[in-house]
């Protein structure tokens, strides 16, 4: 079984521009959650995905979006960068809501110059 | 806020020794507690997870013990081996949220 892919593995942009991120997560797996980790802070929640709808959403500026399609891939989009959107974009799916398990694609490592 | 705290930024164990990397929460509500593994270039990797009903999971080499009262969680891997060298994260959740708050991780380093 394939694992979560994400595109592209690396990018770089300039400040004010915008950038979409891609997910394709495991066959099956209907809940696509997007983190962004940076060095020091951890792994933060950006959003949560089920059956195209949004269900959660973490403490991110509105420049952060996504959403999700029926096939439940999933995009990610950040407006107007800033240096600090650098970071590594993991996305993760799970097919069992209550377990909390993740799982993850190896990341898109964004760097805003 | 830091919700999810792992104080230890690394650690560094000889090979055989066991490993304790610990994790502390503050929020009431997380009933639901996983460690993850990441190695540099790839996404975290699930290790193991324990819920609030429980104060231990085992799974070979790695076992999770959970304090509630203390609101404290410990990954013990024992014995430790090179490929155990990694950045482990803590994550806490409740039941049935996707949303997984995690800690900023320790770096784990097995001396051969």
């Known amino acids: 079984k394939a694992g979560v892919t994400q595109t592209p593995r690396y990018l770089i942009k300039t400040r004010g521009q915008q950038v979409t991120l891609s997910c394709s997560p495991i066959s099956g797996h209907r809940s696509v959650s997007w983190y962004q980790q940076t060095p020091g802070q951890g792994l933060q929640f950006l959003f949560e995905?089920?059956?195209?709808?949004?269900?959660n959403k973490g403490n991110f500026p509105g420049r952060f979006s996504g959403r999700q399609f029926s096939n439940s891939r999933s995009e990610m989009n950040v407006s107007t960068l800033e240096l600090g959107d650098s970071a590594l974009y993991l996305c993760a799916s799970s097919y069992n809501r209550d377990t909390g398990e993740l799982f993850f694609g190896e990341g898109s490592r964004l760097t805003v110059l | 806020d830091q919700q999810v705290k792992q104080n230890s930024p690394s650690l560094s164990v000889q090979e055989g020794r066991i490993s304790i990397l610990n994790c502390d929460y503050t929020?009431?509500?997380?009933?639901?507690f996983l460690w993850y593994k990441k190695y540099p270039a790839e996404g975290p990797t699930f290790l193991i997870s324990?819920?609030?009903?429980?104060d231990k999971n085992e799974d070979g080499r790695f076992t999770v013990f959970l304090n509630k009262s203390a609101k404290h969680l410990s990954l013990h891997i024992v014995p430790s081996q090179p490929g155990d060298s990694a950045v482990y994260f803590c994550a806490a959740t409740s039941f049935g949220n996707e949303k997984l708050t995690f800690g900023t991780g320790t770096r784990l380093t097995i001396i051969p």
């Open positions: 995905y089920f059956s195209e709808t949004q269900r």
């Open positions: 324990i819920s609030s009903i429980k």
């Open positions: 929020n009431s509500m997380f009933d639901y």
